[in-house]
């Protein structure tokens, strides 16, 4: 079962090249000081109760298998946001219409977007030291969007949305 669940794991994580993420930290944190973790008690990611479910569950076992540990007292807080947006076309064709001849020209052109447009999410982790510095990490995903995806098909991206959120926590130090 273990194995089956990694090889899971692996095949979205590879399949879903569409998930892009920026990072932002405090650079005079020390990240070896942290080793426990745990939300905000009013955690409102603007997503369904079970999508929330889906995404806390994927980035507690993420975080265990990096060491960290959900604790009563942590050392930071996890805050999420999430944003639907409509995701612009790239897909478009031209067509023109032109003459030209004894000084005379014209032209018109008019580009036609091809497919459905996309839904799009937006996820932004904020890890927060309340006894420190505050905010010290944040990541900003962007991803592709299903509402009507199967329940397995979205738990299985939210374990690749977090994996790629999480391949830059702790940050590497210079």
Do not use: H
């Amino acid at each position: 079962m273990k194995y089956l669940c990694l090889l899971l794991t692996l095949v979205v994580v590879t399949s879903c090249a569409s998930i892009r993420v920026n990072y932002d930290y405090e650079k005079t944190t020390d990240f070896t000081a942290y080793k426990t973790y745990n939300y905000y008690a009013n955690l409102n990611t603007g997503m369904s109760e079970l999508d929330d479910k889906r995404l806390l569950e994927a980035i507690d076992q993420a975080m265990q298998r990096r060491g960290y540990t959900l604790a009563e007292n942590p050392d930071f807080f996890i805050d999420i946001k999430s944003l639907e947006f409509q995701q612009q076309r790239n897909n478009n064709v031209g067509v023109g219409v032109g003459g030209t001849g004894r000084n005379v020209g014209g032209g018109i052109s008019i580009g036609l977007p091809i497919g459905q447009s996309q839904l799009g999410r937006e996820i932004v982790f904020e890890f927060v030291d309340e006894n420190k510095n505050g905010l010290f990490w944040q990541a900003v995903s962007e991803s592709n969007y299903k509402p009507k995806a199967s329940p397995e098909k979205k738990e299985a991206q939210f374990v690749a949305i977090v994996e790629k959120v999480l391949e830059g926590f702790p940050p590497e130090s210079n």
